[in-house]
C-alpha cells in the first residue's frame, strides 16, 4: 500500500486510530497520552513509533513537532479520541470533568501545527447541551479547515461486531470532505457475534491457546489472525501464524453467579450484576471501559458468552471491537478491558482514514 503521509496521534491509548491510519496507509511518526497504562503495549504493537507520555494540557504544537522530528508542513494528520468520560451517555455526565477540557486542547494544537487534516473521535454525549455549544465554538474557532462534522457514525456500520456509536469531527485544509466519501466505506452487511468470536478458544489460565477447530471460518476471523509486515511484537505475530491466540485468560466466577448467569437468556441482562448476554446472530452491545486508579479504579461491566456462563475474555472483546489477534494488551484483564472500552474501533478508524486519503 502507497504511503499516504505521517500523523501524530492525541490521546492515543491502546492506539486504535493509529491502527486504522496503518491500515489506511498513514503512519504515525509520534503518539501521546498521559496513561501507561493505557499505552503499555504501544511500543510493541507499533514498532519504531515514538510514544510520549505526556499530559497534552501542558505542551504546545512546536514541542510535539521537535518530539516527532517533523516540520509542520510535513504533518499530513493530526488524530485522537481526547478523553469523554464526563461527556459518556452511559455514566454519569459531569461538565465539570477536567477531561472535558483536553478536547479543546486538541483543537488548541490542531490550530499550532496546522496539519492537511485532522479526525477527532468522540462520545454522543458531546452533541448534548453545554458540551454541543462547547464542541461547535471550537470548530468555529478552527480557522482554514472545511469541516465534515459533528456526524454520528456507528463502528458497526465499518463492520465491528459492536453497535458502538460515535460521534467525529473532520477538518480538511483544502477541499472539502463530502459526507458520500464517508458513506462509500459502510459494510453492504453488518457483522455479528458468531462472525467475531466463535472461532476462538474457550479460557485458559496460562491465557495462550489454539484456535477452535472449524471447516470454514469467517471473514472476520480471517481478517483478525493477517498479520501485518511492519506492525506488531514478533512473539505475537509468530504466535498467529502458528495459530495460537493470547487473551485467554478466565475469570473466576462463584457457583452462585455461574447459576445466574445461566438463566439470562441471549439479549438480555443480569438482574444483579447487568452484564449483558451476547446473541450470537446480533451485534455486541458497547463494551464499556471503566475507569482508571485516578477516578476509582470500577471495572467495566463485561458481556455475558451466548453460550457459556462467564463474561467474555479480553480477546473475544479485541475480536467484537475489531482489533487483530497479534495486537497485544495489558498484562492484566482489567487494564486490558480498559484500552478496548477506551479504544476506537480499527474497522472504523480505517474507514475515516480512508475516506480521508480519497480527498488528496
Known sequence: MAENGKVIDLFCGAGGLSL??????????????VDANLT???????????????????VSGQFLLGQAGLKANEVSGIIGGPPCQGFSLMGRRDATDPRNALIGHFFRLVG??????????NVPGILLGNAKQALDDLIDGLKGYEILGP??????????????????????????????????????????????????????AEGWGIYRPMSKISSYATRARKV???????????????????????TQHTPEVQL????????????????????????????????????????SIRP?????????????????????????????KWHSFRMIGNSVSPFMSEALLKAVASQF
Open 40 to 58: 503499555s503495549s504501544f511500543g510493541e504493537n507499533f514498532p519504531g513509533v515514538k510514544l510520549l507520555q505526556k499530559d497534552l494540557s501542558k
Open 304 to 332: 455475558i458468552h451466548p453460550d457459556h456462563d462467564r463474561v467474555i475474555t479480553v480477546r473475544e472483546a479485541a475480536r467484537l471491537q475489531g482489533f487483530p489477534d497479534w495486537f497485544k494488551f495489558h498484562d492484566t
Open 228 to 250: 501485518h509486515a511492519r506492525l506488531g511484537a514478533t512473539l505475537f505475530k509468530q504466535a498467529t501464524r502458528a495459530g495460537r491466540v493470547s487473551g485467554l485468560q478466565p
Open 20 to 33: 486504522g491510519a496503518h491500515f489506511a496507509g498513514y503512519r504515525t511518526a509520534l503518539a501521546v497520552d
Open 260 to 299: 445466574r448467569f445461566s438463566s439470562v437468556l441471549p439479549g438480555t441482562n443480569d438482574a444483579v450484576s447487568r452484564c449483558p448476554r451476547l446473541t450470537w446472530d446480533a451485534l455486541a452491545p458497547t463494551l464499556r471501559a471503566g475507569t482508571g486508579p485516578d477516578h476509582g479504579s470500577f471495572q
Open 151 to 204: 456526524v454520528r457514525v456507528n463502528a458497526s456500520d465499518f463492520g465491528a461486531a459492536t453497535n458502538r456509536e460515535r460521534v467525529i469531527v473532520i477538518g480538511i485544509r483544502k477541499g472539502q470532505i463530502a459526507q458520500p466519501e464517508l458513506d462509500k466505506q459502510k459494510v453492504a452487511k453488518k457483522s455479528f457475534v458468531r462472525s467475531a468470536i466463535s472461532d476462538l478458544p474457550e479460557p485458559i
Open 112 to 121: 499550532e501545527i496546522k496539519p492537511q487534516f485532522f479526525v477527532m473521535e
